[in-house]
């Protein structure tokens, strides 16, 4: 009877649960290896340093940390935010709104742009629960094909002359789920088709601080033309902690009024007592130091997933190298849904992530994303061993 | 340049940036006595407890306290959340969603109900931040007139016949802005014409524990056949802390499952660190002996501007004679708008939120929502004594 009650709407109806969240939600026993989320490694977490970060907002800003504050965030969050961000690009602190965390940001610049049926240009593969935020405002998502160095400037140009896009969703660095980085040449190239078009981006960049090795790239809102035209989105989820909710977004001019507005409807504000923590860890801690350490640590685990990968994939299998972030994108080939896979593999104490719901469209079903940051080179190992039985390799 | 890059969606093109939040915004001005925000006395917050209680957080949980969780809600939140609603409706704590407060409450049950040009009917006047987050989704919102009691059933019965609403939202209890509260008579009419009609319920009750005086009278989801027709909105905000955005909502069903979803999309998650302190803060302090001495200073707020406000208020105009909650609204009556009143109020010292924006459709410009719970009574007199200056009484 209940489920008559309530006549969902339409954009809803095609909302599909996060399959990570799904497969997340079941892994309560204790002797599966999950390569399935893109989890931190929690003993990383600089524990004591949030315990202060805490116990410093509640005794020096006092009832402040409890109150109502404004919908664009705490000055000194902002304050913090603008001065990392300005390392790669020229930042002021009226540039930032805050966000609780950078899902929210995907969600506020989607429903501030987009009409139902409207197109957003997605890569091929790209992030699963952008997916969601974009499904939930009736956006259409086409994919553009990309090669290792990241999405191809031609296809975007055909697909924007073709499709007429609100906006194109990129993550350029280390990106979910494929690990891959775009080069600065093709930022370059991007930017150019970009400008030269008319067509906003949304730059995600949860990871691009966990870099391992190489050269790092700024983001492409640092390319000439693009830093107004562009919304950046940060977080503070993977290099600090995911469990604050704190992340931000640079954009220039009217765009940044209107996200604050919506953000007014969606939520009011982001917690003040989290801002401000997060913005005093920021402000005293050696977050660099932090990431280098975990860096070293997935660095490794990395490492020993590339090497039992090499070891154990099929002739014709193929695996992303990825300079940092925490994600390994496999593809076997052939004709074998990984997703069909999934339930042996949980059942001998393994679990992945299927590849199709990365796909906004025409999935490639034989793939899947692996994480390499919760567990030990040793578990990795074992893990792998595991996924190999129930592949069959 | 940078205002064509964007083009916005039409549903947010009819956004308006909340009037509360931007006369907040400008009263930087120490002189000036606000009876604008309904912001609580952060003078009665009980920090230490919650000092305590995140210190415990990240002491006793741990990583868990900084890590990703679950979409749904921690569940010793969630049993404590629902601890509290039973004591007016039998509640499971499977039946809690956690909120990052109860604007996302409002936020995700539109965007998983309406359509664009769905119809939401709500109160005359009803809670502006609520036709915010209806708008967003591109909701026609429908005012259902009423009387000293609440929402009138014939009125509403009618509307439904004619508009066919997804939704009916309410705010029963010292509602945002009248500071009414619905009778149990008048609860019961209401429910009888939801279920005969079966249009489900969006019932906000964040101010109801707020009570200085009079019975409590239990939510309208508690009459027979609402609960499975009814999501209620609970939070933290005016009892405990607006800083730590933390809310819930009850719900039965598949709807449950559907705000979980649509909640993956617009934020993943509340924050964990805030969820737990909370909690703690639940099962460890007497949240009631710290009502009962909020209700304390507030009652003597109340009385003090329904003092002032009888000394003053010229022949003819009428104020509400809250039980509870923060608000008292105030009709001046004639032709004359009290946004205009404003500016000048400002000047001399005073702020109030004109009543235009609380009204989905037909505002009556004559009225004006008093806050009485920020200031001391004397401060209170004060205010209306320029506020009495500024309109010319």
């Not at 995600?204 to 601080?209: A, V």
């Amino acid at each position: 009877m209940t489920e008559d009650v309530f006549r969902l709407s339409s954009r809803f109806a095609q909302m599909k649960s996060s399959p990570v969240r799904d497969i997340l939600a079941v892994l309560g026993r204790g002797d599966i290896i999950s390569f399935a989320g893109g989890i931190p490694d929690p003993t990383l977490f600089e524990l004591a340093d949030f315990r202060e970060s805490f116990a410093y907002t509640l005794e020096n800003y006092g009832p402040r940390a409890l109150q109502y504050a404004s919908t664009i965030g705490e000055p000194e969050l902002r304050e913090q935010a603008a001065k990392r961000m300005s390392r790669h690009l020229p930042t002021e602190p009226n540039q930032v709104q805050v966000t609780s965390g950078s899902q929210e940001g995907l969600y506020l610049v989607a429903t501030t742009l987009v009409d139902p049926g409207d197109v957003i240009l997605v890569e091929r593969p790209t992030y699963l629960t952008a997916v969601q935020a974009f499904t939930l405002v009736g956006a259409r998502m086409v994919g553009v094909d990309s090669d290792e160095f990241g999405m191809l400037p031609d296809a975007l140009d055909d697909a924007i002359e073709t499709h007429d896009p609100k906006l194109v969703y990129l993550i350029p660095t280390f990106q979910n789920p494929t690990g891959r980085t775009m080069s600065a040449d093709r930022r370059a190239a991007i930017a150019e088709v970009l400008v030269r078009t008319g067509v906003p981006l949304l730059e995600d960049d949860p990871y691009g601080e966990l870099r391992f090795e190489g050269e790092s790239v700024p983001p492409i809102a640092a390319q000439p033309g693009m830093a107004e035209r562009t919304v950046l989105l940060n977080s503070a989820s993977k290099v600090m902690a995911p469990g604050v909710r704190v992340g931000w977004l640079r954009a220039e001019g009217q765009i940044l009024r209107s996200l604050e507005i919506a953000k007014q409807g969606v939520g009011l504000q982001t917690a003040v007592t989290d801002q401000l923590a997060v913005a005093h860890y920021l402000a005293t801690y050696d977050l660099d130091a932090h990431i280098a350490k975990v860096a070293d640590v997935y660095r490794t685990r990395r490492d020993a997933m590339l090497a039992g990968l090499d070891a154990r994939l099929p002739e014709g299998a193929t695996a992303t190298r990825p300079e940092g972030g925490m994600f390994v994108w496999v593809r076997i080939g052939g004709d074998v849904d990984s997703a069909l896979i999934l339930p042996k593999a949980v059942d001998l104490g393994v679990a992945f992530v299927p590849g199709w719901p990365f796909y906004a469209d025409h999935p490639d079903r034989t793939t899947m994303r692996l994480s390499f940051v919760t567990n030990s080179p040793e578990m990795i190992d074992e893990g792998l061993s595991r996924l190999a039985t129930a592949w069959g390799w």
